[in-house]
């Protein structure tokens, strides 16, 4: 037995359900990417800061290299030069810590967007998907092995309402009890429905 039902009616409210949970993830994917996206904005300014910086301390390192080359004077001159580059490089590391906790922020929240309200809807959408076909599965054993409807007429009287029973028979017990096969075919139809099954051919020739 498969995931879905085999009766046209229930297998089309599963595909339309589950295509509803699909469509519904990929909308939520999309709003945490654009968030993600946002919030990653933010960090521009800051990612601009790290590059003007990063050039300016290149720049001082290269005048500090060339003062170095004045005689007599020259490691007196580079020192200011390096003590600027040595500011650039502070820049620049404090610009892409901030870049970098800019874009964690970004990933989580993109992330969070994404799964709060995926998970809340898949919550309810799981276990009903799960619990038909664990039903299914179940019933399709019974039938496999060639078991009477009984167990499935049985089923049906306790659980449909009584308005549902009285369409089928007036006395649907005592129609039972003498081994109606019509009325325990219909009853046993009915539980089969809720599991998506069909009353297997050879099961209605032998009670038909």
Do not use: C
Not at 40 to 68: D, I
Not at 94 to 104: C, G, K, L
Not at 112 to 128: D, G, M, T, Y
């Amino acid at each position: 037995m498969g995931i879905y039902a085999q009766r046209p009616g229930k297998l089309i409210g599963q595909l339309v359900a589950d295509l509803m949970v699909l469509l519904w993830g990929v909308a939520w994917a999309l709003v945490g990417n654009l968030i993600h996206q946002m919030i990653s904005m933010v960090a521009v300014p800051a990612k601009e800061t790290s590059r003007a910086a990063g050039r300016l301390a290149e720049n001082f390192h290269e005048a500090a290299e060339q003062a170095a080359n004045v005689p007599g004077v020259g490691e007196q001159l580079r020192r200011p030069f390096d003590a600027a580059a040595g500011t650039m490089g502070g820049v620049v590391a404090s610009a892409d810590h901030q870049v970098a906790n800019i874009e964690q922020l970004a990933t989580v929240t993109g992330w969070l967007v994404f799964l709060i309200p995926v998970s809340v809807v898949v919550a309810f959408w799981l276990p009903r998907r799960i619990r038909f076909w664990q039903q299914s599965r179940a019933a399709q054993r019974f039938i496999d092995s060639d078991a009477d409807l009984d167990l499935f007429a049985l089923r049906a009287m306790a659980r449909e309402p009584m308005h549902v029973l009285a369409a089928i028979s007036d006395d649907p017990v005592g129609a039972w009890r003498s081994g109606d096969s019509a009325v325990i075919t219909k009853l046993a139809e009915i539980e089969l429905g809720r599991s998506g099954l069909h009353l297997p051919a050879r099961l209605r020739a032998r009670t038909g």
